[in-house]
Nanobody, 125 residues
Framework: QVQLVESGGGSVQAGGSLRLSCATS????????MGWFRQVPGKEREGVSS???????KYADAVQGRFTISRDNTANRLYLQMNSLKPEDTGRYYC???????????????????WGQGTQVTVSS
């Protein structure tokens, strides 16, 4: 009964910010690697950021320095703070949970078997 529900997406102008939230249930978010992924039509889903059991974050080069992944262990939520947004950041963003609680998270979609429905992010010029 693992469930993940994203929220916080929307439309924003370039340079703006959004904070995505992922509400989870059925497990303890702090004990599993978690990740954010995005997808646009015609392209495969790509990893944006991940965080491992120990809280070590990993970012795609395209978002390094602009995005920050975090989790609220008490609320069992995962967040993605997105600053200095660019039109290239447009896409549907998905929250996902890895299959293990090992240290060291990846940005490979195949490593994350549990997914939310996604939330759309649109960045205009």
């Amino acid at each position: 009964q693992v469930q993940l529900v994203e929220s916080g997406g929307g439309s924003v102008q370039a340079g703006g910010s959004l904070r995505l939230s992922c509400a989870t249930s059925g497990y303890t978010v702090s004990t599993y690697n978690m990740g954010w992924f995005r997808q646009v039509p015609g392209k495969e889903r790509e990893g944006v950021s991940s965080i491992d059991r120990g809280g070590v974050a990993k970012y795609a080069d395209a978002v390094q320095g602009r995005f920050t992944i975090s989790r609220d262990n008490t609320a069992n939520r995962l967040y993605l703070q997105m600053n200095s947004l660019k039109p290239e950041d447009t896409g549907r963003y998905y929250c996902a949970r890895a299959r293990t609680s090992h240290y060291g998270a990846s940005l490979r979609p195949a490593d994350f078997p549990y997914w939310g429905q996604g939330t759309q992010v649109t960045v205009s010029s």
